[in-house]
């Protein structure tokens, strides 16, 4: 199966130490709760694998070797794009924009994850441990039958704030969800909250919550140019 974990928000600068000690926990992260992802024979931080222009290097996932990625970076936008082929059907893709400072583009982190069909996979714990570690505006737990669901019924574009069936959303926008909206909702260390909307296949529930969140302005975008991080 394959699921997207996405996390958006504004322009909000950060440092390469910061940036590094951000990444090397959220890698730190994806190892504990995703054990069956695993290099063979891998011992202490796992090794990436880190693209750039098409070309893959290996990199380990200690807070130095990722500092000095990062300083290799043209900008200070923080930009990583880290790989791993796990065993067994097992493939992680990361992408991550974390210190842009541009009033027209997002910072993101975007993990796509294939399992085997059958594999239990920690959603929830994927989605907070990346809200909780970089604060973001929204997020969610997405894949693509959502995502057309969302373009096709509830005139969804890109860059847009969206529901997943997993839901997160910054304290602003929490304290806009419905009082009767359906989800069971969990509070974060941030202050804002993590909606579980229903299972990957319950589209209806899915495209039900988006259309009320949206309606009670908890999905409404940040003004642009950007002037904030979050709502």
Known sequence: MRRVVRAFWGPRPQS???????WEATLDR??????????????????????????????TADRESLAGALQEESDSSGLLFLVLVGPSGWKADLHGVGGEVS??????????LRSPDDAPVPEAELLAGIAELWNPDTGNVIDDDVFDLLEERADYETGDPATGWLTYLSPARAALVPEDLKAVRRQLSTGGVLLDLGAPDDHDAVLAAHLRLREAGALRPLPEPMDRSML
Not at 16 to 22: C, Q
Not at 31 to 55: C, E, F, Q, Y
Not at 105 to 112: A, C, G, M, Q, R
Request: aromatic fraction near 6%; avoid cysteine.
């Open 30 to 59: 994806i190892a504990a709760l995703l054990p069956h992802l695993r290099p063979p024979d891998s011992r202490g931080p796992w090794t990436w694998n880190r693209i750039v222009d098409d070309t893959s290097t290996p990199l």
């Open 103 to 112: 009033e027209y583009l997002s910072n993101s982190l975007v993990v796509t």
């Open 16 to 22: 390469v130490g910061d940036l590094a000690e951000r």
